[in-house]
């Protein structure tokens, strides 16, 4: 009962991700003034689609908004009521409420559907759709028969517009139909509006099938029949008015191809309607109204699967327990291969070991590989978001998006979604101007929001920009003095760089009316410090009157990873690789003190060290050769001081347990698989901590924490 | 949904379900099979399914398959007309597989006697 459930909730969350994109590709559709129809019915069927399948499994509320956002589709897609930014507002709230009402707990009163009623009320006084029949048209009435309400409407539009109708008749065979379907469609796009396909039956040997096409177009007749035809066989033919030619100031059309009202379809049954069927009778009329779509047209997911990414973490467990394995029957090879009359059988073991080790690094991929999203899916929600964050504070923004099929982690895309969101809300609120101001200023009205993401190396790379006021390094360091988190004397040595890493320190803000899109309880040092727990940086760049970015660097995954293998007062730890720069020998004579902090010089710039010994209160073991780890992450370096180098290896980190988990510094803790443990250093924690405290000296700051 | 009437169908009737996605897809394998049933929906893509009813009806092999229409809410008329054009029934959403599978079997059955 619950994977149905949990099959629901899946189905659901896609359908809301599809009418997400498609209302923000109608949103700057509307703005263009260049609104698709087909758009809207796609929207309009997504909705539909959800209403049943929540009215199915229950979820009444979600089924009850459905349905009054559905009634406004139908009016929009039906022409009743025209789209305008108010309603695409509706819609947009509509989608929001789906999404609240699908969350966690599945509250049913997350969403005042009332509410939600009166606002659809609101938008959709209703216009008529001008009175235009289509009797009139020269169709046979075994055409009108087979056209959905829809399509008549689509007629109807476009007569009423004085868009000339054709009939093209193509035919194809069965086999290929599908292709040269795709063909028509693609040739018709830039000229016509394609209102549906009629087949009839018998043209040729069964094997193919003639197909009468009704469109709309306002491309010259010739012309438009050259572009559909593109050397084929097909015939064009206008759709006129019964009785008389065509009034219309047309010229170049040429009058139908053949004399006869329309082409008769060949019919074998009455299409005039019969009286009721029984079975409409037989349902009840509440029933009746309450009909629904989309049995038949859902997108195809049959060949993906949902899985749950606990189900993977448990899998990458198991093959961390393999690789443990693996290593065991290596080091009982060893010991056989030391015994002379075995050797060969070693030798054979050994062989076999290999094999099962390459496997299983396939199998760790390909789980890998299998956890990986694109960011895509996290942008779309985003670009909601934008818009009504935009509207909200009217100003003008329009969004660009690069890199949305980079992947990452699954987990860590749920996690990055929070900080990503905080940061446009800021750039939106803080960053982009409003549209006077902007064009005072020499700018485009239109502020320009940029979502950019790609891969580099182990990581990826998410830069969040505007194009707005920038930040001002004296109002920062003024805010910073006010708050007493910075002290004068820093405040006179510091760097615009370390001014604008001051918008990270907890409890800053620079505006003193707080507005509701910051007021949200969540600063910048909160976005750091989540987007550090998943092993990440995020570094600023900002120029006063030009822009801010923001760079955020992650790990592509969180689930395995390479790690540098070190060994501190006779124990074991792990620094993750792709945080490691290199490793060197400590060379005692070059070490510095430079306030009170021990450094090196490496290549001509200054590495702070930190002897983990000391740092993890260790006792220190006597050592004549020490090494110098480099890590860095994003702009920061720090080198860490390791009594020895034990290698490389693939390790899976396991989490502390709850008792450990406010202890600073570590990631978790791995098995290394000869029956030691190591602790997993969290690099990028530490860096933090270690650069922070050095800083906090360095500036001289008032005591704090 | 596909999925789901598919699998009411199979499990419930132990019915052989083939799937078409389009309206197109149908009317391309419509000409070389038979079907006890055919589930046809009033909207999709290509192919409304008034026009896929219409031409089953005009087609020899398929002027007596039963046919149980899937229709919207919005569109009563649509329902009307496919009624005309020969559905032999429809079905409004949401519907429970019993629901479904009790419409499909007075449909196989209808046809069978009569």
Known sequence: ?705 | MRAFVRAALEEELGAEVMEAESGLRALRSLPAESFDLVVVDVNMPDLNGLELVSFMRKHDRHAATPILLISTEAAERDVEKGLALGANGFLSKPFTPDALCERARALIEGSGSG
């Open chain 1, 1 to 705: 009962m619950s994977d149905v459930h949990d099959e629901f909730l899946a189905e659901a969350q896609e359908i809301i991700e599809a009418l997400s994109r498609d209302l923000l590709f109608l949103d700057q559709a509307q703005k263009e003034g260049n609104v698709q129809p087909d758009l809207i019915n796609e929207v309009f069927r997504g909705v539909h689609t959800l209403k049943g399948i929540a009215g199915m499994f229950g979820f009444q509320t979600l089924s009850a908004m459905a349905h009054t956002l559905e009634d406004l589709l139908d009016d929009l897609r039906l022409g009743r009521v025209a789209l305008s930014q108010e309603v695409l507002d509706v819609l947009f709230e509509g989608v929001e409420g789906f999404q609240r009402l699908l969350g966690e707990g599945a509250d049913e009163e997350a969403v005042d559907v009332k509410d939600f009623a009166q606002a659809i009320e609101r938008v959709s006084k209703k216009r008529d759709s001008g009175e235009v029949t289509l009797e009139d048209l020269d169709l046979d009435e075994s055409v009108l028969a087979v056209l959905t309400e829809y399509e008549e409407h689509r007629l109807r539009t476009n007569l009423s517009q004085g868009t000339p109708l054709y009939r093209l008749r193509v035919r194809f065979s069965l086999t290929t139909i599908d292709s040269n379907l795709e063909e028509l469609k693609e040739r018709a796009k830039s000229v016509a509006e394609i209102i549906t396909y009629l087949p009839s039956v018998g043209g040729g040997d069964g094997d193919e099938i003639d197909l009468d096409v009704l469109l709309a177009s306002d491309t010259p007749a010739d012309e438009l029949g050259e572009v559909l035809a593109a050397g084929g066989d097909a015939e064009l033919e206008r759709i006129g008015r019964q009785g008389g030619r065509e009034t219309s100031h047309e010229a170049l059309v040429p009058p139908p191809l053949d004399d006869a009202p329309g082409r008769p379809m060949p019919t074998s049954r009455p299409p005039a309607p019969e009286p009721p069927a029984p079975e409409r009778g037989a349902a009840p009329p509440q029933q009746q109204r309450d009909m629904s779509a989309d049995a038949l047209s859902l997108r195809s997911v049959a060949n993906t699967v949902r899985v749950d990414i606990r189900k993977l973490d448990h899998l990458m467990n198991v093959v961390g327990e393999l690789a443990i394995v693996r290593s065991a029957v290596a080091r009982i090879t060893e010991r056989i291969r030391a015994n002379d009359e075995l050797r060969q059988l070693a030798i054979e073991l050994h062989r076999v070991n290999r094999g099962f080790e390459r496997h299983l690094e396939e199998l760790q991929e390909g789980i890998l590989d299998v956890r990986m999203v694109p960011l895509g899916q996290l942008f779309d929600k985003l670009a909601r978001i934008i818009r009504q964050v935009a509207r909200e504070h009217d100003k003008e923004v329009r969004l660009l998006v690069t890199g949305a099929e980079t992947e990452v982690d699954k987990l860590i895309v749920e996690e990055l979604s929070d900080p990503l969101m905080h940061l446009i809300r800021n750039a939106i609120d803080h960053g982009i101007e409003s549209p006077k101001v902007r064009e005072l200023a020499g700018k485009p009205s239109e502020g320009i929001l940029s979502l950019n993401a790609y891969q580099k190396g182990n990581h990826v790379v998410i830069e969040v920009e505007d194009d707005g006021t920038g930040m001002n390094d004296e109002m920062l360091v003024q805010a910073a003095l006010r708050k007493g988190i910075l002290s004068q004397e820093a405040a006179d040595e510091i760097t615009s760089q370390d001014a604008l890493e001051l918008i990270f320190m907890p409890g800053f803000s620079t505006r003193s009316a707080i507005t509701d899109l910051s007021g949200r309880g969540v600063g910048m040092d909160v976005v750091k410090t989540n987007i550090n727990r998943l092993g990440g940086v995020v570094d600023v760049w900002s120029e006063h009157g030009s822009g801010t970015k923001f760079t955020i660097t992650l790990p592509v995954t969180l689930a395995i990873i390479s790690a540098l293998l070190v060994r501190v007062a006779g124990r074991d730890f792990a620094i993750p690789i792709t945080s490691v720069q290199e490793a060197i020998l400590l060379d005692r004579a070059a070490v510095r003190t430079v306030e009170g902090r021990e450094v090196i010089s490496l290549r001509g710039s200054t590495l702070p060290l930190c002897r983990l010994d000391r740092l993890f209160r260790l006792l220190p073991v006597q050592s004549d050769r020490r090494f110098v780890v480099v890590c860095a992450v994003g702009q920061r370096r720090v080198g860490f001081v390791v009594d020895a180098l034990d290698g490389q290896q693939d390790i899976v980190i396991k989490a502390l347990g709850k008792s450990l988990a406010d202890v600073r510094g570590f990631a978790g803790a791995t098995d290394l698989g000869d029956q030691r443990v190591a602790l997993v250093l969290d690099a990028p924690g530490l860096l933090e901590e270690v650069l922070r405290s050095q800083e906090l000296q360095q500036l001289g700051a008032e005591t704090h924490e």
